[in-house]
């Protein structure tokens, strides 16, 4: 690939099946001219993804990828990353596959901070099976699975994210195209887990998360002077919860990512034709 | 008296049985002696019985038998629990303070020591072990300067003066019974020139992994299979690798694919649970063709069944587990040697392949300690077969009409070429979905058939191109026929000496592969009986080898946790031919 890669590089020839308006479209456009405004190219790029309809991303871009099974993305991404740190590592999920089947793994790859990034398409409700709550669907939000709403609180996955350790928290939008593909590319730029929540609008099955209902109520923390660095103001947005945000919430400037803490920067793929020099040695250690 | 000596320390965990007995261990090897360890151990880190035994001898030695020649007893419960296997010619090792209350048969030699006492002298109660490895050492006439080296080996790093303090520990145990005691119980503990190292199934396992290239470890701790990620741990590193341990084996194994499928020879362990949780992703692996070698160190279930138990009952989980169905490769070394190589060999077929590879190791193999020399692990032999991988040079070959990299075309051997990220122009999806050529998810019924043929017909390409063989032992014309798998190889290659004996020839075939495995139709054939010899309860091994020479098989079946012994095996076999015979 040469230097100026364009982000239709990153677009493979396979339609989506996505319905059509659904906000995964602008969620992907957005990872995609984040990847190339970031220098990246198809073949330094490996992307993640679970199931569900978030998980098809894969499918529709070019890149080194895996679509793997429901909720074990971030581990994925996280072996590529370390077995080869040269590796530019994007793993996306939906919000059941990131905090209902994952929220395990999501908890452990936020503080073991490897240098991903990591995209959740929030749409509060799960899609592809055609209409359940998922951990952040509201409280009385009726589904086929929860009549009378889910009777619990959805999982903030901002505080989450920020009780974990995590270095790097952003929300976005998928349909504000501009500072969505911005906020991806400061996840990208920060040296460490860059985790970014995309409200992605499912226009099937979720008749109160809407396109409108974002536009009017979320706002945008660079018009808010917020400064990301600032940890307690940062806490206090994402616990005060009577509002929605956009952008970058919480940024550690200090965050050392975990091949650098663990010294684990060779291309692992790289070995000899035999056992390596020294091998030797590991037996002589049982004399 | 005989070379072959039996020796095992006993108390509560937590008493140091472990590390007392791999100090024994270390110093029998280092007098150039055989050494064949066994541990009997609680799921608890403290209280309970554990025991650990030694047996050496200046021959080689591979199994446990029914027999304890030297006993050190911590609590009166260790001399309970060996009761049946001390003889006239055996010496307890006690400290009169703590145990040997009740009445025990006359014939048995008691010595009693004042190890807590003498360790004090030396130093500290801890080392009352100590002393009684130093007792031993006067009983069985070993040189005590072997002892001096394994505890330097031990302690060095913890100063001078705490080696010192052990080495008089030592002192203090072997001069209090040489002035004490005038025993008839004699042996004679000879050195001999061999130089061997000492190591136990995990180990070499691990140690296999780091030669074969392997540079990913993710891994969850579970027993017997920890022991694989301490070693790695901490040495791997020096090669260039890493081991990660995971929040649970889902994320372990999911870790371990990534790796992979990045290039590197990436690696899991686990137990039995642990390949429950990995199931999920099995199938993913297999699928999108990533090499992968999982490895499952068997103990007694099911669910969380005896976790420090010894059993081989996983062997239709690791052939069959997984919904759909799965081309894979069960690999199941039968000494601890053969952990080394069968690891090595796992790596080159998961590559080749590129499919997941089982290796089936059990508790048994896993925590035994065995001296071999040191060509054992010769190096220089370990080849490293990476397969189809192209390069930015080669991956033209593979791109179809419009560039595409075709990661999983449909070739005559069923193996597609494979880009590392990071090849120019290789980019592609795998996917767990049915999958065109290009990893695309498809329905079309005629890619469906397509993709399923391809990866089933890698195992006919393995058959083809691999040598499924067994190992044999015994008598090559004999009428009975032994087969075993797994660490069962030890005790049977013993109980053969004790079965010639008594006039019983006997053919005996060890067989490492489950899947793909060889043809054993002729040697059964041959056979006026076969028996197949197993640590399960319906003979699961015994049911393949049916399924495959539509004939009925003996079996001999241990299912109560606890290894075969060799001597017990001769005798099972003694009795199953006879019933056979009376039988015809």
């Known amino acids: 690939m040469s230097s100026d890669v364009k982000f239709t590089d990153f677009k493979s020839d396979k339609q989506p099946t996505w319905c059509p308006g659904c906000g995964d479209f602008g969620t992907m456009n957005g990872m995609m001219k984040a990847l190339a405004n970031t220098g990246n190219d198809p073949d330094n790029t490996f992307v993640v993804a679970g199931i569900g309809c978030s998980g098809k991303i894969g499918t529709y871009m070019h890149s080194y990828a895996l679509h793997g099974v429901h909720g074990r993305a971030l581990p994925v991404g996280t072996g590529v990353k370390f077995a080869n740190p040269d590796l530019e590592v994007m793993v996306a999920g939906g919000d059941g596959d990131g905090y209902s089947i994952g929220a395990g793994h999501f908890v452990h790859a936020v503080r073991r901070n490897p240098d991903i990034t990591y995209v959740v398409m929030d749409n509060r409700i799960y899609g592809l099976t055609k209409g359940q709550a998922s951990p952040t669907s509201r409280q009385d939000f009726e589904t086929s699975t929860t009549p009378e709403g889910p009777k619990q609180p959805p999982v903030n996955p901002l505080a989450l994210a920020l009780a974990s350790g995590a270095t790097f928290i952003a929300q976005s939008f998928s349909s504000d195209a501009l500072r969505h593909a911005e906020i991806i590319e400061q996840a990208i730029e920060h040296d460490g887990f860059g985790f970014v929540n995309v409200f992605s609008p499912c226009v099937t099955f979720n008749d109160v998360d809407t396109y409108d209902y974002f536009r009017d109520s979320l706002v945008d923390l660079q018009e808010e002077d917020h400064d990301p660095t600032d940890y307690q103001s940062a806490k206090e947005k994402i616990l005060e919860g009577d509002k929605e945000y956009m952008g970058v919430i919480w940024q550690d400037e200090e965050s050392v990512p975990y091949h650098e803490t663990h010294g684990v920067t060779e291309n692992m793929a790289d070995i000899p034709d035999g056992a390596a020099d020294g091998t030797m040695d590991l037996v002589r250690e049982f004399y | ?584």
Not at chain 2, 216 to 231: K, L, N, Q, R, S
Not at chain 2, 474 to 483: K, T
Not at chain 2, 503 to 519: A, C, E, M, Q, T
Not at chain 2, 521 to 537: D, G, H, M, Q, R
């Open chain 2, 1 to 584: 008296m005989a070379e072959d000596l039996n020796w095992a320390i006993g108390g509560e965990a937590g008493d140091g049985i472990d590390s007392t007995g791999k100090i024994f261990a270390q110093a029998l090897s280092r007098a150039g002696r055989h050494v064949f360890t066994s541990k009997d151990f609680a799921s608890r880190i403290r209280g309970g019985y554990t025991a650990y035994k030694i047996r050496t001898s200046t021959e080689q030695v591979q199994s446990v038998v029914d027999r304890l020649d030297i006993l050190v007893a911590l609590t009166q419960r260790t001399i309970d629990e060996n009761l049946d296997e001390l003889h006239d010619q055996s010496a307890v090792i006690y400290d009169g303070e703590r145990s040997w209350e009740a009445e025990y048969p006359e014939y048995i030699t008691g010595v009693d020591v004042p190890l807590k006492s003498l360790a004090e002298e030396a130093g500290g109660a801890i080392m009352r072990n100590i002393v009684a490895l130093g007792a031993a050492c006067e009983i069985t006439n070993f040189a005590i300067k072997n002892l001096d080296e394994a505890l330097e080996k031990r302690f060095g790093s913890k100063g001078e003066k705490i080696v010192e303090n052990n080495k008089k520990a030592a002192r203090l145990g072997q001069e209090y019974v040489a002035e004490n005691y005038d025993l008839d119980v004699d042996y004679d503990l000879d050195e001999t020139d061999n130089d061997y190292v000492l190591l136990n199934g995990d180990e070499a396992i691990g140690m296999g992994a780091i030669a074969a290239g392997c540079r990913f470890y993710a891994g969850y701790p579970i027993t017997p299979a920890t022991d694989v990620m301490e070693y790695l741990t901490g040495r791997i590193d020096e090669f260039g690798g890493h081991v990660v341990q995971a929040e649970d084996e889902l994320s372990a194994i999911n870790m371990a694919l990534g790796a992979a499928r990045a290039g590197a020879r990436s690696m899991t362990a686990t137990s039995g649970p642990g390949i429950d949780l990995m199931t999920e992703t099995f199938g993913l692996v297999a699928t999108s063709e990533t090499p992968l070698v999982i490895v499952d160190v068997m103990r007694s279930g099911p669910s969380t069944g005896m976790p420090t138990k010894q059993e081989q009952g996983d062997l239709n989980m690791t052939l069959y587990g997984g919904h759909g169905e799965i081309p894979r490769f069960v690999v199941a070394p039968t000494s601890i040697d053969e952990c080394f190589w069968k690891t090595v060999e796992a790596f080159n077929y998961a590559e080749k392949y590129q499919t997941p590879v089982y290796l089936v190791a059990d508790l048994a193999l896993a925590v035994t300690e065995q001296t071999f020399p040191p060509e054992a692990f010769d190096m220089d032999e370990v080849e490293v077969d990476r397969g189809k991988v192209v390069d930015d040079d080669t991956v033209g070959e593979w791109l179809d009409d419009e560039g595409r990299f075709r990661a999983h075309a449909n070739t005559d051997d069923g193996v597609s070429p494979r880009a590392f990220p990071g090849t120019i122009d290789g980019a592609h999806m795998s996917t767990g979905l049915e999958h065109d050529e290009l990893g695309r998810r498809t329905e079309d019924t005629n890619v469906r058939i397509e993709q399923v043929d391809k990866r089933n017909r890698k195992v006919d390409t393995a058959r083809e191109q691999e040598d499924w063989d067994y190992r044999e032992f015994g008598d090559p014309d004999a009428d009975s026929l032994v087969i075993s798998w797994g660490s069962n190889e030890g005790a049977m290659r013993e109980a053969l000496g004790y079965l010639d004996e008594r006039g019983i020839d006997v053919r005996f075939l060890s067989v490492p592969y489950i899947f793909p495995r060889p043809d054993l139709s002729e040697e059964i054939a041959a056979a006026e009986t076969t028996i197949v010899v197993e640590c399960n309860a319906t003979g699961q091994f015994a049911n393949l080898i049916e399924h495959d020479v539509l004939e009925r098989v003996e079996r001999i079946n241990k299912y109560n946790g606890v290894r075969f012994k060799a001597d017990e095996l001769a005798d099972d076999i003694e009795e199953k031919l006879a019933t056979e015979a009376k039988a015809q």
